[in-house]
């Protein structure tokens, strides 16, 4: 599965493979007796740089796990946080997200409001 970023349609800003996740297996646990107990099905995705993590344990097929896993991680909102601003920073475009931010933290722009203490 390909994923990476385009500018525009033509070209290719960045794409992540296999050396960019790492892939764990584990006994899974639950209904199935030895079997289930016995083999290392379940799988666990993780792309190290956005901390996302996907994890599949429900199939005895661990290759069919290891694609659901790896699916989970890279629809997960963290994964998908971390390729806007991967994109964003791969485009220059950063540095002016972060000015925006900036001046709409300014305490100008800012309401507080201090609510009364309860005894």
């Known amino acids: ?5 385009f ?20 006994c899974t646990g639950g209904k199935g007796g030895q079997h ?7 799988v666990r995705c993780i792309h ?3 901390g996302a993590r996907g994890e599949h344990r429900d199939g ?6 290891k694609r ?8 997960s909102p963290l994964f998908k946080a971390w390729h806007r601003v991967e994109v964003a920073r791969r485009l220059g475009q950063l ?8 001046e709409m933290m300014r ?10 203490a309860t005894a």
């Not at 005895?60 to 796990?65: I, K, S």
């Not at 659901?68 to 629809?75: G, I, M, N, T, Y």
Request: with cysteine.
């Open 36 to 42: 289930r107990n016995a083999k290392q099905n379940g």
């Open 68 to 75: 659901e896993a790896f699916r989970k991680c890279v629809e």
């Open 7 to 26: 500018m525009g349609k033509k070209q290719l800003l960045f794409s992540l493979g296999r050396r960019d996740f790492e892939f764990q297996t584990f």
């Open 107 to 116: 305490e100008e722009n800012l309401r507080i409001e201090y609510l009364p």
């Open 95 to 102: 540095q002016d997200i972060e000015r925006q931010v900036d």
């Open 60 to 65: 005895r097929d661990q290759v069919r796990n």
């Open 1 to 5: 599965m390909f994923i990476g970023g």
């Open 48 to 50: 190290p740089p956005s």
